[in-house]
């Protein structure tokens, strides 16, 4: 048998095999990008609601997805510098440092992973181009304010306020009477 003929034997039994797994590499690398995209993408769609549950997600699902590459290593140090500073014990006194710290940490994140990923956005842009309404806002601190109030009435940490207001009405005052007489007559009889 010749050289060539043995040549297209193989390339005939590995050429669908090689083009098989070739397909699956190509495929396993795009979901890997598009895991990536998807992280960028929630990250900066909610970086103005970085208490939101899909920002907090995305931000755990960094580890995971940026750091089976060299490429991405300055994302996975701008995450380690940013959750080091969100771990930080905050009070009043430094809240407002802290919270600086923070926006400033967030952007360098966001931005080392959309210029790793091909996205061209500047930190100016991606700091100060957020649409979140007042009202959101608004809504944000009355849902804290009623969760508190409610927590501290099952807490008995604070009494759910009343107030007893006289009636001047006298029919009004004759149909309780008369309403508080019917029930302890069928309450009396009922026992019987």
Request: overall charge neutral.
């Amino acid at each position: 048998m010749e050289l060539i003929n043995i040549l297209t034997i193989v390339a005939v039994i590995v050429g669908p095999i090689a083009a098989v797994q070739i397909e699956k590499w190509l495929n396993r690398n795009r979901a890997n990008q598009e895991r990536k995209v998807s992280i960028f993408k929630t990250l900066m769609a909610t970086r103005g609601t970085v208490l939101s549950y899909k920002h907090v997600e995305a931000l755990n699902r960094i580890d995971l997805e940026f750091s089976d590459s060299k490429k991405y290593e300055k994302v996975i140090n701008a995450w380690k510098e940013y959750f080091d500073n969100l771990s930080q014990k905050v009070d009043e006194n430094n809240l407002t440092v802290w919270s600086t710290r923070n926006e400033e940490l967030l952007s360098n994140l966001l931005y080392e992973m959309g210029q790793s990923l091909g996205f061209k956005f500047d930190k100016v842009l991606i700091k100060r181009n957020i649409y979140s309404p007042i009202a959101h806002g608004t809504i944000d601190q009355e849902n804290q304010l009623i969760r508190k109030g409610i927590i501290e009435i099952l807490y008995r940490d604070r009494t759910l306020p009343m107030e007893i207001i006289q009636n001047q009405d006298e029919e009004t005052i004759q149909r309780q009477k008369d309403l508080q007489e019917a029930m302890l007559d069928y309450y009396k009889n009922s026992r019987e």
